[in-house]
T-cell receptor, first 112, second 115 residues
Framework: DAGITQSPRYKITETGRQVTLMCHQTWSHSYMFWYRQDLGHGLRLIYYSAAADITDKGEVPDGYVVSRSKTENFPLTLESATRSQTSVYFC???????????FGDGTRLSIL | GENVEQHPSTLSVQEGDSAVIKCTYS??????FPWYKQELGKRPQLIID?????GEKKDQRIAVTLNKTAKHFSLHITETQPEDSAVYFCAASRRMDTGRRALTFGSGTRLQVQP
């Protein structure tokens, strides 16, 4: 859906570097989510946010940091990237935690 | 926490046949169960969902059934077509430690429809 955009679409970086993935939605959804997708694991929740200035850990939060100063933006930062964080990252948003989630196109991140 | 098991991991059917994907969940407080379709290199897209107060929901060739007692739900695709080939994910809502809800996803089923 065009209402949620992720950038960059592709990123290659080196271990130990900091990298930030951006997510922007135009629906004014309260909830936003970050997932990572790896073969055999489906979509695993990293962090989520119920509103501006409210963020909570998901299933696999270690090594990641998020912020949500504005409702429409939910950046994900890898403070010191490791090879195990090579993955496809999806951002999603929804009205509540119990409503359909709309996904962005994903960011394919490779850490060398 | 919530655990969602999805089977089978791969499914191959002939065009026109039916396909069934099954999921089980562990959290009895789960009350929302969406299904997503993901084509290669694309984003997951919602195809159908069901809430715990309903036992079955249908949308053209796609249906979902829910058995709350057994904690399992299934996706049924009838008259399959080659364009149904994709990875399908089930999900179940769960109440997080904060009291807020989020989805837990199954590991996915790769459906291949042979022409």
């Amino acid at each position: 859906d065009a209402g949620i955009t992720q950038s960059p679409r592709y990123k290659i970086t080196e271990t130990g570097r900091q990298v930030t993935l951006m997510c922007h939605q135009t629906w004014s959804h309260s909830y936003m989510f970050w997932y990572r997708q790896d073969l055999g694991h489906g979509l695993r929740l990293i962090y989520y946010s119920a509103a501006a200035d409210i963020t909570d850990k998901g299933e696999v939060p270690d090594g990641y940091v998020v912020s949500r100063s504005k409702t429409e933006n939910f950046p994900l930062t890898l403070e010191s990237a490791t090879r195990s964080q090579t993955s496809v990252y999806f951002c999603a948003s929804s009205d509540t935690g119990n409503q359909p989630q709309h996904f962005g196109d994903g960011t394919r991140l490779s850490i060398l | 926490g919530e655990n969602v098991e999805q089977h089978p991991s791969t499914l191959s059917v002939q065009e026109g046949d039916s396909a069934v994907i099954k999921c089980t969940y562990s959290d009895s407080a789960s009350n929302y169960f969406p299904w997503y379709k993901q084509e290669l290199g694309k984003r997951p897209q919602l195809i159908i969902d069901i809430r715990s107060n309903v036992g079955e929901k249908k949308d053209q060739r796609i249906a979902v059934t829910l058995n709350k007692t057994a904690k399992h739900f299934s996706l049924h695709i009838t008259e399959t077509q080659p364009e149904d080939s994709a990875v399908y994910f089930c999900a179940a809502s769960r109440r997080m430690d904060t009291g807020r809800r989020a989805l837990t996803f199954g590991s996915g089923t790769r459906l291949q429809v042979q022409p």
